[in-house]
């Protein structure tokens, strides 16, 4: 083997260190350049900053108790789910629902305030198609002197009309197993259970002297 001095290996090493260099860098035939950065926004940002306004002057409404504020802001065909099982369909649906829930002398609702907060971005079906999920904390303030928090979870699907998005279904629900209303209605019952077992002892406790007297 031919001894080849130090000074000529570090040199061969370093040609070889280059090489493979510029080999790892030049672009293999067939392949696509790699994808470079940009601070351009996504094909989709802007949609998402629509749905965020949408959102927002949604809310204002609702918390303002501003019907015709949230009836400019939903599709003609909408569909809208109450939490009480209630369904809406149209414009004049969701009117007269709150019409009888929160207007008038019949009404039970005497106020909410409510926040939407959407779980992720909303999901789109399409360009013109999207879906929303969140989570609904609200205070509700009933005409009968109610008064309690609801955390409620809420499905919309949204559709793009006219250059507009707009609401085309709304499901608004709560744990029907564990909520404030069966509380209040739990603390009712064992306060009204609690009195019938308080009368019904007093009443013993005076039938039983009355027959020790007779007995005696």
Known sequence: MRYLPPIRIAALAMALTFAAGVYAQAPTAGAPAATQPTSEPAPDAAAHDELRAL???????????????????????????????????????????FNRMMVGPDKIVDSV?????????????????????GSAPAHYVLTNGMNFEVNARWTATLVR??????????????????????????????MAGGGVALVLGVIGFFIGRRAGRKVS
């Open 161 to 190: 009309r006219d250059g507009r998005w707009m609401v085309a279904a709304f499901h608004y629900s709560t744990n029907m197993f564990k909520n404030p209303v069966l509380d209040m209605q739990r603390k009712w019952l064992m």
């Open 113 to 133: 305030k409510m926040d939407f907060i959407p779980d992720a971005l909303s999901v789109f079906y399409g360009p013109d198609v999207a879906v929303s999920t």
């Open 55 to 97: 959102q927002a002057a949604m809310e204002e409404a609702l918390n303002k108790n501003d019907l015709d504020g949230l009836l400019a802001h939903v599709d003609d065909t909408v569909v809208f789910t109450a939490m009480n099982a209630a369904v809406g369909r149209g414009k004049q649906g969701i009117r007269d629902y």
